[in-house]
């Protein structure tokens, strides 16, 4: 849905970013600050996610890349657990400029039983040339055996 308004879309998305950014870390910090106790602590994280496309005699082309570097917390009670972690996003197209944007995710789960888990993810990531909001959802359940 494009953002429509009197200034550049660029920049009122990367301000609804920010603030959307800003708003997931207090809430995070809020409800982690009710249990002191089971903040598991900050935490890095680096992570490279690359795309390869095609199929037949021509084989995978590489697409691109982005690597992020978060900054996170975590932390869980009982059987709940959760946390959130942003930052720079180095994003790698193939034969194409490279490009630093901002990216993050809260995320959470739920011990259903002693060998069953219900977990989910929200994550966000800002483009310099898109005009609309980039969102991506994760949820699932996960057998222990």
């Not at 106790?37 to 994280?45: D, S």
């Amino acid at each position: 849905m494009p953002i429509s308004g009197g200034c550049d879309t660029s920049l009122r998305f990367r301000r609804f970013s920010f603030y959307l950014m800003k708003s997931l870390l207090i809430g995070a910090a809020s409800a982690l600050a009710f249990a002191p106790a089971a903040i598991a602590g900050p935490y890095i994280n680096i992570e490279n996610n690359a795309g390869w496309s095609g199929a037949g005699e021509e084989g995978l082309d590489f697409v691109g890349s982005a690597t992020d570097f978060h900054l996170g917390i975590e932390g869980g009670k009982g059987n709940v657990s959760g946390g959130l972690q942003a930052g720079p996003m180095l994003v790698a197209p193939e034969n194409a400029e490279t490009t630093v944007e901002l990216s993050g995710k809260a995320f959470g789960s739920v011990a259903l039983s002693p060998k069953a888990d219900l977990y989910g993810e929200i994550s966000f990531a800002t483009a310099e040339e898109m005009d609309y909001a980039n969102f991506g959802t994760k949820v699932g359940v996960k057998f222990k055996l």
